[in-house]
């Protein structure tokens, strides 16, 4: 089949314009969304978090009805925004509750760090092998810990009463819940920087010790090529993983959320806790 002049030619800048203009308003749109999410960070949308469900809803991918925090009245908010019908909660991804907060069971808890890894804003903190505890004014209740716990020590207490959807939860603690969240995917990437930059350091290292080691046998100056030769592929590796994770034409981030750039700025009520201790 014989392509046609329009397939064939070149995309002129008007056309890199008008999908620049797109995807700016697509992402005005998803901001816009997002902003009426309860920032639970729960998934029980489908989505990895509240931002890639607003992209979809913006994309016109996804219905408004599919957050059960936000219960009734943040579907009548995203219906607004989308210019839709509201529509009833689908029951297939839950049902509008009261609030809830994760216990730990301090009796039966085993250190694991399981829950710590899980929970989407840093609202438990622990260490291996050390009782864990949540931070209740920080837990949003999306219940992301209690399945990875080994021993079923994790439930989920009723706060609010009668009151649910965003009844039960304000802005300001919506607010406050997207600030943790993106500071410990912030955290999370700047320690994989950190392992992987002491990794490639150890690498190096021990292949500089074997370029002085002088060998007295055949063999051994093999066996010394051959471990050369996997430390080599092992930098190589690390160096383009490196570089597919910042592309040259763009400024670093977190790959995950493109608001990650910048560091949130935690209030002074609301500090930041990591996975070792409980924040003074």
């Known amino acids: 089949m014989t392509a046609s002049a329009a397939d064939t030619a070149p995309a002129s800048p008007a056309d890199g ?37 607003a992209e979809a809803m913006a994309r016109g991918e996804a219905d408004c009805n599919r957050c059960p925090p936000g219960g009734a ?10 210019g839709v019908a509201p529509l009833p909660l689908d029951p297939g991804h839950g049902t509008e509750q009261p609030r809830a907060v994760a216990r730990i069971d301090e009796t039966l808890c085993i250190g694991c760090t399981l829950c710590i890894q899980a929970c989407p804003v840093d609202a438990i903190v622990g260490a291996a092998k050390q009782m864990h505890t949540v931070l209740p004014d920080w837990c949003t209740g999306c ?10 020590c994790i439930a989920m207490i009723p706060v609010t009463g009668e009151r649910t959807g965003w009844d ?11 600030a943790r969240y993106l500071s410990r995917k912030q955290r999370l990437v700047r320690e994989r920087e950190e392992n992987d930059a002491r990794l490639a350091a150890k690498a190096a290292a021990k292949l500089e010790a074997l370029r002085q080691e002088a060998a007295s046998s055949e063999a051994e100056r093999q066996a010394q090529e051959r471990k050369k ?6 930098i190589e590796r ?27 700025a935690a209030s002074p009520d609301h500090p930041v806790p990591s996975d070792t201790k409980r924040p003074q």
């Open 17 to 53: 314009r008008l999908d620049a203009g797109l995807a700016a308003g697509l992402a005005a749109r998803a901001d816009r969304l997002e902003a009426l999410l309860p920032q639970t960070q729960c998934t029980k949308c489908g989505f990895q978090g509240c931002r890639p469900y």
């Open 73 to 82: 009245e943040g579907i009548r908010r995203l219906a607004a925004e989308l």
């Open 143 to 152: 219940d992301l810990c209690v399945a990875p716990c080994p021993v079923d």
């Open 168 to 178: 039960a939860w304000s802005q300001q603690q919506a607010d406050d819940a997207r």
């Open 229 to 234: 030769a996997i430390i080599q592929a092992a």
């Open 238 to 264: 690390a160096r383009q993983k490196r570089q597919a994770a910042q592309p040259l034409n763009a400024a670093p981030a977190d790959p995950v959320d493109r608001h990650e750039a910048a560091p949130a």
